[in-house]
T-cell receptor, first 112, second 113 residues
């Protein structure tokens, strides 16, 4: 079963617009991570937010975490065509659970 | 350069012919895992290893074997491949400290006919 589930499944925006992607999870976490995957390639780690953090920034990326709602959002500001990719959230193992689970991903298309 | 390597990158094989996909990392990571990626199903964990000689099943282990004899290597073995194992496979590694930030290999595209 998958811990993280992203929403929406697909998103198409114009270059320059902001893209917001959401992730919901089911059990308690120590941190939540977002990854990007360019077509057919390995995933690349983007940003990590810890369970005691509410918001984190990295360049044009902004991540929020609401542990009461068990949800996170990834905002990409001023999107570029090069941001076109799939984005995944992931929740690392905690306690006795050693599995790291990924959601199904969000396909972002940025139109030039 | 810190990296995870996989070989081969592309493989076409026939049903029943045993194959091994190698995975190696040079970051001294304890945690390694294998995923398969299929359209509409996202990334699913096949097996993972917390350290040398310690392996465990992920969500879709049927038809696969792994071994972890050395810290850097984590081969994926398909003893008798079947067409439903046609997929894109990724190996990943991380430390077990704190974040489990995953470093992914470039992927192996396997086709079983």
């Amino acid at each position: 079963s998958q811990q993280g589930e992203e929403d929406p499944q697909a998103l198409s925006i114009q270059e320059g617009e902001n893209a917001t992607m959401n992730c919901s999870y089911k059990t308690s976490i120590n941190n939540l991570q977002w990854y990007r995957q360019n077509s057919g390639r390995g995933l690349v780690h983007l940003i990590l937010i810890r369970s005691n953090e509410r918001e984190k920034h990295s360049g044009r990326l902004r991540v929020t975490l609401d542990t009461s709602k068990k949800s996170s959002s990834l905002l990409i500001t001023a999107s570029r065509a090069a941001d076109t990719a799939s984005y995944f959230c992931a929740t690392p193992p905690t306690g006795a659970n050693s599995k790291l689970t990924f959601g199904k991903g969000i396909t972002l298309s940025v139109r030039p | 350069e810190a990296q995870v390597t996989q070989n081969p990158r592309y493989l076409i094989t026939v049903t029943g012919k045993k194959l091994t996909v190698t995975c190696s990392q040079n970051m001294n990571h304890e945690y390694m895992s294998w995923y398969r990626q299929d359209p509409g199903l996202g990334l699913r964990q096949i097996y993972y290893s917390m350290n040398v000689e310690v392996t465990d099943k992920g969500d879709v282990p049927e038809g696969y074997k792994v071994s972890r004899k050395e810290k850097r290597n984590f081969p994926l073995i398909l003893e008798s491949p079947s067409p439903n194992q046609t997929s894109l496979y990724f190996c990943a590694s991380s430390t077990r400290r704190d974040s489990y930030e995953q470093y992914f290999g470039p992927g192996t595209r396997l086709t079983v006919t």
